[in-house]
């Protein structure tokens, strides 16, 4: 019997981008994407074209919103049993999801969406709408041999058996997705605690008396082991966004002083290369402004370091201005203009693609993964904002975003890089839970320089031991470790020792898979590794303060 295909697919989201990158994840000879960019749209299209295997239905849309949409479709009998998945970029509570379910949904997918598990779960609609118009067709050609009751038990037979190896192969999906999370997750720890041991010492001996050829390399394992970090960091922000686990902090800050912050990052690497940092700012931008600071210095960072990577000679300049504001929020564009070498025309579309770059040569000239601007676009996105680019060969090119800000009448927190240690803390005495002797030693090295008392314990038993018979004001909780590990220890000293003493994790895991389980077990915070010793010291502080 001659295939049904290619099937239909009805495609409806307000965002023209979403509708493309849907668009690209179905490539498919077997698929026709039909677009809707409104709901109103997607029950014009509905009400001429009825033949669609699957609607993937945008939930949060202008006028009519993705849970009216699908109760209008669920109304007409035609329409009513085309099975329709719910694409979200917010999942906050149960009574969201049965609001879902209620109007008439069959499935759920979170933004970012997993195009591994979008492309699974549409093949399973996809086969058993193929099997159905099957059998439909069989059905009418069996009923004047066989009867109705013969010919419906086969369909119910074949349809029960297409909708069994449907789900296998979503599972198979779903289960591949989580070996990958567990694998960076592995791979986080096992990179970052030699990493972690590496920029330590290196950071303490660069505090010693040295000669200019013994500081001249020690500041060239510091910049390297820096670049590994980097690229590290990438790699698990890429993880985390296909995941959907990217969280972005709402705290305030100085918009002004984190992009003085940042320019002095780079202030070595303009100098060695000749090259003027241009800073072009809006006084009109409100002082402080609420968001998340952090991850707009990775977007920037990103992008200036890609700027002077490819700019030879001349100028970059940081543009920062107000476009627009209200009582409420301030919109606000950033623009990274060098005059480097430029990316050719027919590669500006891919750019933001991950481990693209602007030629096949550009790794063995520059350097780089092609992760940066891929974590960029992710990173802007998710938070409402969009990224574009403008270039021309061996012109130079120009990168800016725009991000939306709340507005605030109060004060920054303090910024970490401002910590000092304050000379008159030394009464503060810690158990180091760590098993790995180099790692004991580097907190032995950056305590001392502290003024703080300390004992180590090689595991969480010896931990739980020492915690009997002596008292401390706060605990450092490595997690991965023989005998007893973290999380075994802190459940301990939570629910049989009932203490509520502080405990900060010290993780080489930031994929959040762990900082997910330091807080189900009762941890107060976490600090990475490799552990950057400001952090390290304004978190005890800060939570002895409390």
Same mark, same amino acid.
């Given at each position: ?9 009805? #495609? !409806? ?20 994407? @039909? =677009? ?16 669609? /295997? ?51 949904? !069959? ?21 058993? $709408? ?37 789900? *296998? ?6 289960? /591949? ?24 010492? %290196? ?6 008396? #040295? ?5 001249? $390399?020690?500041? /060239? ?53 000749? #090259?003027?940092?241009?800073?072009? $700012? ?28 490819? %700019? ?46 602007? *030629?096949?040569? %550009? ?13 960029? =676009? ?29 507005? *605030? ?31 004991? #030693? ?26 009997? %018979? ?39 895991? @930031? ?14 915070? $976490? ?7 400001? !952090? ?8 002895? /303060? @409390?």
């Amino acid at each position: 019997m001659k295939a049904i295909s290619p099937v239909k697919i009805l #495609l !409806v989201d307000d965002l023209p981008e979403n509708l493309f990158a849907l668009e690209l994840i179905l490539s498919n000879d077997n698929y026709i994407c @039909v =677009k809707a960019h409104s709901g109103n749209e997607a029950l014009k299209i509905l009400l001429h074209e009825q033949d669609f /295997a699957i609607i993937l239905m945008d939930v949060q849309m202008p006028g009519m919103d993705g849970f009216e949409t699908v109760e209008l479709i669920r109304g007409i009998e035609t329409l009513k049993h085309i099975p329709i998945i719910f694409l979200t970029a917010s999942m906050d509570n149960s009574m969201h999801i049965f609001k879902g379910y209620q109007a008439g949904a !069959v499935d759920y997918m979170i933004k970012p969406l997993i195009p591994e598990i979008l492309k699974a779960k549409v093949a399973v609609l996809v086969d058993l $709408y193929k099997k159905t118009r099957e059998l439909l067709v069989q059905r009418e050609e069996m009923k004047t041999l066989y009867g109705d009751a013969t010919v419906q038990k086969r369909i119910m037979a074949e349809l029960t058996e297409a909708k069994s190896k449907a789900e *296998t192969a979503t599972r198979i999906a779903e289960d /591949a997705m989580k070996a990958k999370q567990q694998f960076l997750s592995n791979m986080s720890h096992e990179i970052r605690t030699p990493m972690n041991a590496i920029i330590g010492f %290196t950071k303490i001996i660069l505090k010693t008396d #040295l000669s200019v050829k013994q500081k001249e $390399y020690l500041d /060239a394992i510091k910049a390297s082991s820096d670049g590994l970090l980097v690229l590290i960091n990438d790699i698990l922000d890429l993880a985390k966004v296909d995941a959907g686990k990217m969280t972005f902090e709402q705290t305030p800050f100085k918009m002004e002083f984190s992009i003085s912050t940042m320019h002095q990052v780079f202030d070595l690497k303009i100098k060695e290369k000749n #090259l003027d940092l241009v800073k072009e $700012y809006d006084n009109k931008i409100p002082v402080v402004l609420i968001g998340d600071s952090v991850r707009l210095h990775q977007i920037l960072l990103n992008l200036l370091s890609n700027a002077i990577k490819f %700019t030879a000679k001349g100028k970059i300049t940081v543009t920062v201005r107000l476009l627009n504001e209200d009582k409420e929020k301030a919109a606000i564009e950033f623009a990274i203009t060098d005059t480097g070498t430029g990316i050719p025309e027919d590669k500006l579309e891919s750019i933001f693609e991950n481990f693209q770059q602007a *030629t096949s040569s %550009t790794s063995s000239t520059f350097g780089g993964t092609g992760l940066g601007l891929a974590i960029c =676009k992710q990173l802007v996105e998710k938070q409402g904002g969009t990224i574009s680019v403008k270039s021309k060969v061996n012109e130079g090119s120009t990168f800016s975003f725009t991000l939306i800000f709340q507005k *605030t009448n109060g004060e920054s927190e303090k910024e970490i890089g401002a910590v000092k240690l304050d000379k008159e803390i030394k009464d503060i005495k810690i158990l180091v839970v760590e098993d790995i002797k180099l790692n004991q #030693l580097l907190m032995r090295t950056i305590l001392d320089d502290f003024k703080f008392k300390y004992d180590i314990a090689d595991n969480g038993k010896i931990a739980i031991e020492k915690l009997q %018979t002596e008292t401390y004001d706060i605990i450092l909780m490595d997690l991965q470790m023989p005998v007893m590990n973290g999380f075994e220890a802190t459940v301990y000293i939570r629910n049989t020792m009932n203490s509520k003493i502080p405990i900060i994790a010290l993780t080489a895991d @930031v994929t959040t898979v762990d900082v997910e389980k330091c807080k189900a077990v009762g941890m107060n915070d $976490y600090v990475s590794k490799p552990l950057d010793e400001r !952090v390290l010291y304004t978190k005890i502080i800060e939570m002895l /303060a @409390v």
